[in-house]
T-cell receptor, first 110, second 114 residues
């Protein structure tokens, strides 16, 4: 399975944009890039996913590099509620199992 | 919307006891799975099911059994609890095997084995 690499932790000020990076240099052409987040004492929560093009939804934006070897999750205006561990995960048809790394722990500074 | 419901939320067992962690979803999802999460670690897949009557092993299946008799329910059984199984257990579901589909997680069962 293709692996992802994320920084262990990041900090951001409240109400500022946050860019969370993810490297996936061994990604295959059919791998989807998914992002989940886990708030304290809760189960993981789906954030966004994409294949090749940049994606936007109500929670965040996903910017995918042209060679697909890296991606960035963008939170446009961080709130205290966005403090969580963010996981970048690759999935493929027939390999629907999610392989979680240790993720990036995002701290929001008031 | 209930989504994925896990019961119980907390449980303490003695070594050697058995128990079943319940997971139910009301979204008619075909794919369901169980993960465990240990302190400071990401989630690890225990077992999964792609539909009623079909189950398969994940990364850490030893000591756990599953069955899938209905689309809605996917219970996880600990046959003889061991302290190494102290963990937080999460159940997840998605509409099908398509990797384009997001997975929905329950709030977890916190299990302690003494």
């Amino acid at each position: 399975d293709a692996k992802t690499t994320q920084p262990n932790s990041m900090e951001s000020n409240e109400e500022e944009p946050v860019h969370l990076p993810c490297n996936h240099s061994t990604i295959s052409g059919t791998d989807y890039i998914h992002w989940y987040r886990q708030l304290p004492s809760q189960g993981p929560e789906y954030v966004i996913h994409g294949l090749t093009s940049n994606v936007n939804n109500r929670m965040a934006s996903l910017a995918i590099a042209e060679d697909r070897k890296s991606s960035t999750l963008i939170l446009h205006r961080a709130t205290l509620r966005d403090a969580a561990v963010y996981y970048c995960i690759l999935t493929n048809f027939g390999n629907e199992k999610l392989t979680f790394g240790t993720g990036t722990r995002l701290t929001i500074i008031p | 919307n209930a989504g994925v419901t896990q019961t119980p939320k907390f449980q303490v067992l003695k070594t050697g006891q058995s128990m079943t962690l319940q997971c139910a979803q009301d979204m008619n999802h075909e794919y369901m799975s169980w993960y465990r999460q240990d302190p400071g670690m990401g989630l690890r897949l225990i077992h999964y099911s792609v539909g009623a009557g079909i189950t398969d092993q994940g990364e850490v299946p030893n000591g756990y059994n599953v069955s899938r008799s209905t689309t809605e329910d996917f219970p996880l059984r600990l046959l003889s609890a061991a302290p190494s199984q102290t963990s937080v257990y999460f159940c997840a579901s998605s509409s099908d095997r398509n990797s384009n589909q997001p997975q929905h997680f329950g709030d977890g069962t916190r299990l302690s084995i003494l």
